[in-house]
């Protein structure tokens, strides 16, 4: 079963109601969903993808066969034929980039390209929070607020910018180990062709079928956490491919390090009134990234516990 496609512009026509139980649906089912129709140029996307892969080619491809932990330690087991898997490592190239980090110097129109991109993300992931904070049944605008630690423009907007080399050996090492995500609302702009990126979904990992020109979203655990585990946040993993690279731009929206975190009271009251003691806590985002770091490729319940106690 894959999972769910939806037409994010015929939330403003007729279909509306049907298009947010979608959503709705995507969120509580899922946790993650793709949108198609969701309003960012197609010849800006057309932009991204030649700009990252170029870059990749111009700026990053050879160092990563030539001299990148991934590919050094893959050598080394396969010298010693033991059998083993590589642990602890992901067969991935990446770099981040936010409006204050150093961009890539060489690729033309990298930079032009990608501010012009996350600026349409940014405006997408405003609408995709005020769906949620419909669907959910809170105050418009709650969610950005909480994420801003009130108002203003704190909350946290970065762009990842990863490739999946293709990899001799796809069996000894995964292209990124499974994790849910630590923030808040993760747009993902996943390649054409090379798939590779997984969910677990009752027990089983099935594929994030790649749609051309569509939005992967999903959330992280802090929308679990604001929406007192109506949204949970969702295992997922990229496995390394022998045939190709895979080109993924994940931007995540998260709250600023400052900003505290808690179930929306409206959810406490409907779902569970007992939630200070035995639900979800109430923290700092710094706090739970400082866990976070440490613990990305684990479980997300002693994150949880962990945060409560700082
Ligand atoms: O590359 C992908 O498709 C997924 C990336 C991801 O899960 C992450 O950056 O947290
Ligand atoms: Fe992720």
């Not at 700009?51 to 087991?77: A, D, G, I, Q």
Request: charged share 30%.
């Amino acid at each position: 079963m894959p999972i769910p496609v939806i037409d994010f512009s015929k939330l403003n026509g007729e279909e509306r109601a049907a298009t947010m139980a979608q959503i709705a649906n995507g969120c509580e089912e899922w946790g993650f969903f793709q949108l198609v129709n969701h309003g960012v140029p197609v010849d800006l996307l057309d932009r991204v993808k030649k700009v990252s892969s170029e870059c990749y080619k111009m700026e990053r491809e050879e160092e990563f066969f030539k001299n990148s932990t991934p590919v050094n330690r893959l050598n080394e087991l396969v010298h010693k034929k033991t059998g083993d898997k590589l642990e602890g490592i992901d067969w991935e190239d990446v770099f981040l980039i936010s409006d204050d980090y150093e961009w890539p110097q060489e690729t033309p129109g990298f930079k032009e390209t990608m501010m012009a991109y996350r600026a349409e993300l940014k405006k997408l992931v405003e609408k995709v929070m005020e769906v949620m904070d419909e669907n959910l049944g809170i105050p418009k605008g709650y969610i950005k607020k909480v994420f801003n630690g009130g108002d203003g423009d704190k909350a946290f907007f970065g762009t990842k910018v990863s490739h999946y080399p293709p990899c001799p050996h796809p069996e000894m090492v995964t292209g990124l180990r499974a994790h849910t995500d630590a923030g808040g609302i993760i747009l993902l702009f996943q390649d054409d062709e090379v798939d590779g990126l997984e969910i677990l979904k009752d027990g089983k990992w099935i594929d994030v079928q790649p749609i051309p020109n569509s939005i992967v979203i999903n959330t992280g655990d802090q929308i679990e956490v604001l929406s007192n585990g109506r949204y949970k946040s969702v295992w997922h993993r990229v496995n390394a491919k022998s045939n190709g690279t895979r080109r993924s731009i994940a931007s995540f929206y998260n709250p600023s390090y400052n900003a505290t975190i808690a179930p929306a009271i409206e959810l406490i009251e409907k779902e569970n009134e007992k939630v200070n003691q035995i639900g979800y806590p109430k923290f700092v985002f710094g706090d739970y990234m400082s866990i976070y770091t440490e613990q990305k490729f684990l479980p997300k319940e002693p994150r949880f516990e962990a945060v409560r106690a700082v």
